[in-house]
């Protein structure tokens, strides 16, 4: 017993040795990880030792036993052997997680990461009362360190005093896992990081806002070089600086959801000029961009009612919970906003909207209304005082967005920003966005509001569905990676080619708004860029009672019922690649919800400025990929479905058709429960969309039989024309006996019918009296062209047509300019010889800088029209080798010097124009633009490879001044030559 007890005692002795080896070794792997500088994997380290030490100790004093049982020798090797098993299997559990801790921290993804290499500066100087001043903000594509340029700011302040230069961040919640990092280079010591932390809880009664605290880091830059500066352990630092604060301020703190609104950098004054280029900002940890500030509630703890504040408070917070989902239903469903004109809300519920746009915050009364009828709300928010004084009240839970406003220029950033900030802090629900809509800055305007509403002037001008689908694409690559868009739609021309149209008309232009087929492909081509939702304009109430106006209506109440057929596709759908079709001019949009896919057809030959019908020639097949076989297919128009022939092809379903009418869709899908709520859905609304189409296709009628009318028998073919409008009375006959008869499919038929057979009277009309192009160009004494190249057919025109019903004023046009005297020459340097004597006549080159583009405007003497020298613009990409693809704007223009007119003098500016090459990154070419017409009226060359003569028709409604811009829209080179301005004398 006596030899047990001392073999025990020895393998006792050897455990103890050998656990105090593998402390050792453990020691000296963390000596070493100290050395590294790894400072959260030294914390994390002993934890797993001992964890793994306390798993093999049960395990350890076990050998030991059986090795104090053991016989003598034999028995303290297998005891050794043994241990050195349990060294190796501790080293086993440590490493992995030693090497885990060194790659999480060269490995993690930063929340936010900003290489301030943008088109404008972000950086924000926060001067007030430093006595410092800004020199300079720019952007330094020369020295820089990460992508392709740094921000540049230059200060000038006294020894002895700090600037503040801000950088503006989404809400970061000050969390362990919160690190900020700065790559800068300055040429002063001192520079020094901070955060600018939030704290949402505490009230500064002598601001009416959340206390604000300047939490500083503690490494001090040396200036002189690149180098990085970070911040870290942001909740102690946090803590530390509450603690002196409540000293200072004689407060309670509350620290609970602190964030960070913006990283300050430090920076220190002296003799001469403190340059600071920043580089790269990263954020680690979470940045959320719609962070919901709670309501602030006065500290009560000198009070006996503090132990009422969690029941008060879970009361408010279930109150919220109904308002979020009460939110959340009214914003699944499509949003058709109209803007509102003072029209009944009852009118615009029956119309089929589902909101309502306001330029201004509703009334109480009108809040309630809205609620009644079940409509939600688009308007401003309350002013930047009104959300200081008072925040957003429960009682615009209505609204469903915020309206922004339009962003036109840089300058509108700053407030924008701000102005957004304080909404999505005292917006009692997180789900509501704000919606900005850009001119310029289509990128910023992203990263401010949460949906960017995108649109341009597109009905009564040159432009074609094809170049406003690649418009809208653009904008859509212009924005925030997956930033929602909005889209405008017009549904009558903008005032000013209103204004125009009267003025150039004889005896008062009839309103012409918007088709119901231009809506149709003005709505087919927001779905190209994915919309989320619909902004109808409307300068004009709907409620008016004439006849254009009841057209309009009816035309956007046709729309909703349409919107709102595909509205679960548009919704919940996912948009797949594009169908095929067996026409070039005919393709389709393809959105699948679940087993059903829905196709939209486009019609790319749709022209803006006329109210022709598109049609197919011929059948038409589709081609449609990933649709299972099982499927069926039908053409479903707002009257009812149509099965349809389709076969299984190498590609995908083909489905075949004879005729298409342009407002349908066609429906691929193997569930039944999906097609009986289509034909729920239609047989609902067929009765209401058959009236309307046939009322459209009336007005239709007798708007061509009053154009008849007007022309006589002289202008047109009278036995041809009067034969199709009998063909087309014919047609509208039988859709008024199939509605009868309640055969709502055939009368929709029948009414599309109608529209084929105006749509081919028109074109005989056109064709016999002239196309929109065909204003006889102007014989003048003295000539405006020696070589004579104003033949028919090569003159670029510009004036406010919309089809064959704009004929007679079209021709009462050109019979005025044909008659009548002309002044000279009203604008000087138009000849473009001499730059001194453009300047001096007031010529203006104006330029906007645009990342990677660079300039040039010039007196070419490269064989100009008329002279020895012509005006030459040039934009061409700084990277030949990654060229800019997008031109947001014109990048270059030149101005002329404003003429003064008077109020109904007729005006004409002519000119020529040659573009060797069509224009890259841009569907607006080159542009010519007055200032009475304005950019939505521009006359836009495409393509001009020889000289092509321009003129532009305008009529002065005012005393005012009038100057021509020429303006360069894309990447290419353009030619002027020979502008000149007359006034024509009217008789």
Request: hydrophobic share 40%; aromatic share 4%.
């Amino acid at each position: 017993m006596q030899r047990l007890r001392r073999l025990i005692c020895a393998a006792d002795k050897q455990s103890a040795s050998l656990g105090q080896l593998g402390r050792e070794n453990c020691s000296l792997a963390k000596s070493r990880r100290n050395r590294r500088g790894r400072q959260k994997r030294q914390a994390d380290t002993p934890g797993i030792r001992s964890d793994a030490l306390g798993i093999i100790a049960p395990l350890s004093i076990f050998l030991a036993l059986l090795a104090s049982l053991a016989i003598k020798k034999l028995t303290l090797q297998l005891a050794w052997r043994l241990w050195r098993v349990r060294s190796l299997l501790m080293i086993f559990l440590l490493v992995p997680h030693m090497a885990a801790g060194q790659s999480s921290g060269t490995t993690a993804t930063p929340a936010l990461l900003d290489n301030m290499d943008g088109q404008t500066p972000v950086l924000l100087p926060l001067l007030s009362g430093s006595g410092f001043r800004v020199g300079q903000r720019s952007i330094d594509r020369k020295s820089f360190r990460h992508g392709r340029g740094a921000e540049r700011i230059l200060l000038q302040g006294p020894a002895g005093r700090t600037a503040q230069v801000a950088y503006p961040l989404p809400p970061a919640p000050v969390i362990q896992e919160l690190s900020i990092r700065v790559d800068l280079a300055t040429n002063r010591a001192g520079i020094r990081l901070a955060a600018k932390v939030v704290l949402p809880r505490s009230l500064n009664r002598s601001t009416g806002r959340p206390y604000e605290l300047l939490v500083r880091g503690g490494k001090i830059g040396s200036g002189g070089g690149w180098e990085t500066l970070t911040l870290e352990n942001l909740p102690q630092q946090l803590a530390n600086h509450a603690r002196v604060a409540r000293v200072q301020h004689h407060a309670a703190l509350d620290e609970r959801g602190a964030y960070v609104s913006q990283i300050v950098i430090l920076t220190s004054g002296g003799a001469g000029v403190t340059e600071l280029i920043v580089d790269r900002v990263q954020v680690f940890g979470v940045v959320q961009k719609q962070l919901r500030v709670p309501t602030l509630v006065p500290t009560l703890a000198s009070t006996s009612k503090q132990a009422t504040i969690p029941s008060l408070a879970s009361r408010a917070d279930r109150a919220a919970d109904s308002r979020r989902s009460f939110f959340r239903q009214k914003f699944s469903r499509l949003p058709r906003i109209v803007q509102w004109q003072g029209e009944p809300f009852e009118l615009l519920k029956q119309l089929g909207f589902n909101t309502v746009g306001m330029s201004r915050m509703p009334t109480a009364e009108e809040l309630q209304q809205i609620e009644r009828l079940g409509l939600s709300l688009f308007c401003p928010p309350p002013a930047i005082p009104v959300l200081n004084d008072e925040g957003i009240s429960a009682d615009l839970d209505t609204v469903l967005a915020w309206n922004l406003g339009e962003q036109i220029s840089s300058d509108d950033l700053d407030h924008l920003e701000r102005w957004e900030q304080l909404v999505a802090r005292h917006d009692p629900i997180d789900a509501r966005p704000t919606v900005l809509a850009p001119q310029l800055h289509t990128l910023e305007a992203s990263r401010i509001s949460d949906v960017v509403l995108v649109g341009r002037a597109v009905v009564g001008t040159e432009l074609t569905i094809r170049e406003h689908t690649a418009w809208l694409a653009q904008r859509q690559r212009l924005a925030r990676p997956g930033t929602p868009l909005w889209t405008k739609i017009e549904t009558e021309p903008n005032p000013r080619q209103r204004l125009q149209r009267t003025a150039l008309s004889a005896h008062g232009a009839a309103k012409h708004d918007t088709t119901y087929a231009q809506l149709t492909a003005l709505i087919s081509a927001s779905l190209n860029i994915k919309t989320r939702g619909f902004y109808f304009q409307s300068q004009n109430s709907l409620s008016a009672q004439d006849k254009a106006t009841e057209r309009r209506a009816l035309t956007l109440e046709l729309t909703n019922l349409r919107l709102q057929l595909a509205e679960p596709w548009l919704v919940a759908g996912k948009e797949l690649a594009s169908a095929r079709s067996t026409q070039s001019e005919l393709s389709a949009l393809v959105m699948q919800a679940e087993r059903s896919h829905l196709l939209v057809p486009i019609w790319w030959s749709l022209d803006m400025h006329t109210s022709l019908h598109p049609r197919q020639t011929g059948p038409v097949s589709f081609i449609v990929p990933s649709v299972a076989e099982s499927s069926e297919a039908f053409l479903v128009t707002l009257a009812g479905m149509q099965r349809l022939r389709h076969e299984r092809v190498t590609g995908g379903i083909r489905v075949s058709l004879e005729a298409l009418p342009f407002d349908s869709f066609l429906l691929l899908t193997d569930d039944q429960q999906a097609i009986s709520q289509v034909t729920r859905y239609l047989r609902r609304i067929a009765p209401r969309a058959t009236k309307i189409r046939r009322e459209l296709a009336n007005f239709r009628l007798q708007e061509v039989a009053g154009l008849l009318a007007q022309l006589g028998t002289t202008a047109t073919s009278p036995n041809q024309t009067q034969a199709m409008l009998l063909r087309a009375r014919s047609e509208l006959a039988a859709c008024d006996r199939y509605l009868s008869a309640r055969d709502y499919s055939l009368a929709y038929l029948r009414a599309d019918a109608v529209d084929l057979a105006l749509d081919e009277l028109e074109g005989k009309i056109q064709a016999d009296v002239g196309g929109p192009r065909s204003l006889a160009p102007m014989t003048l004494a003295n000539g405006i062209l020696a070589n004579g190249t104003w033949a028919n057919g090569s003159l670029a025109n510009a004036t406010t047509h919309y089809g064959p019903l704009a004929l007679p004023d079209r021709l009462q046009l050109q019979r005025t300019l044909a008659r009548a005297p002309v002044s000279a020459n009203l604008l000087s340097g138009g000849g473009f010889e001499n730059l001194s004597a453009m300047l001096d006549h007031g010529w203006r080159h104006q330029q906007l800088p645009i990342e990677g583009i660079t300039t040039a405007v010039r007196l070419s003497p490269d064989t100009p029209h008329s002279g020895s020298y012509c005006l030459e613009l040039e934009a061409r990409p700084l990277d030949q080798a990654a060229p800019v693809t997008i031109v947001p704007t014109a990048p270059v223009w030149i101005s002329s010097a404003p003429l003064q007119v008077r109020a109904g003098d007729l005006l004409e500016i002519t000119g020529v124009a040659r573009l060797p090459q069509p224009l890259l990154g841009s569907v607006d070419g080159l542009q010519i633009i007055d200032s009475i017409g304005g950019p939505d009226m521009a006359l836009r060359i495409h393509e001009a490879p020889s000289w092509q003569p321009f003129r532009l028709i305008r009529s002065a409604t005012s005393d005012t001044q009038v100057s021509v811009t020429i303006a360069l829209s894309g990447l290419g080179k353009a030619q002027i030559d020979d502008v000149a301005v007359r006034v024509v004398k009217r008789r």
